[in-house]
């Protein structure tokens, strides 16, 4: 299976702020890289797809980089509504992994 | 409004049995493959079956055992997970989820999530 390692496991920052979490997959997953956001009691919602798509309805503050092994999620001005956990996953091979997720809190 | 729905969890006992099904509406059910997702309370997301569009291919995640096994009923519209022999680390809130592509069972990542079924297993 393919580990999927994120960084960091909590990150506090403010309004405003601009942050950067990181996924680091075991092995090359190519561009096979989706972001998800969870906010408390809901599904998971697609953020990024191929490691650097937006998905069609999400803000374009969210953005996503990287190939191979290194990847990150980038929030260029955090919004109220952006405080959840953020989930990284691989779809470059069965079986789908997942990172160990980024809560996003408050400052 | 495309979307998919869950049901069938509830509390069982160990080495019981129980069959989740996930009615999608809204779209095509037949064009898309399907996953199960699932997460243990307060935990992280882990992935646990696919199913292609026409049943022909699937994948479960090798720590379940072949206790779990996924199939769809694309006349319905419903995809199922039937989950037996169920164990205490089972509990799990259960979300079945969309391929974002049409037709594609792999490289693909998921678009469309249901609300969940919470299953518990305890004596």
């Known amino acids: 299976d393919v580990q999927m390692t994120q960084s960091p496991s909590t990150l506090s920052a403010s309004i405003g702020d601009r942050v950067i979490i990181t996924c680091r997959a075991g092995?090359?997953?190519?561009?096979?890289l989706a972001w998800y956001q969870q906010k408390p009691g809901k599904p998971p919602n697609l953020l990024i797809y191929?490691?650097?798509n937006l998905q069609s309805g999400v803000p374009s503050r969210f953005s996503g980089s990287g190939t191979g092994t290194e990847f990150t999620l980038t929030i260029s001005s955090l919004q109220p509504e952006d405080f959840a956990t953020y989930y990284c996953q691989q779809y470059n091979s069965y079986p789908y992994t997942f990172g160990q997720g980024t809560k996003l809190e408050i400052k | 409004q495309v979307q998919v729905v869950e049901s069938g969890g509830g509390v069982v006992q160990p080495e019981t049995s129980l069959k989740l099904s996930c009615a999608a509406s809204?779209?095509?059910?037949?064009?898309?493959?399907m996953h199960w997702v699932r997460q243990a309370p307060g935990k992280g997301l882990e992935w646990v079956a696919v199913?292609?569009?026409?049943?022909?291919?699937?994948y479960h995640a090798e720590s379940l055992k072949g206790r779990f096994t996924i199939s769809r009923d694309n006349s319905k519209n419903i995809v199922f997970l039937q989950m037996n022999s169920l164990r205490p680390e089972d509990t799990a809130v259960y979300f079945c989820?969309?391929?974002?592509?049409?037709?594609?069972?792999?490289?693909?990542?998921?678009?469309?999530w249901g609300q969940g079924t919470l299953v518990t297993v305890s004596s």
């Open positions: 989820a969309r391929a974002r592509d049409f037709g594609a069972y792999s490289n693909d990542a998921f678009d469309i």
């Open positions: 809204g779209f095509t059910l037949s064009n898309y493959a």
């Open positions: 199913v292609s569009y026409g049943e022909r291919n699937k």
């Open positions: 191929e490691a650097s």
């Open positions: 092995q090359t997953i190519n561009k096979w």
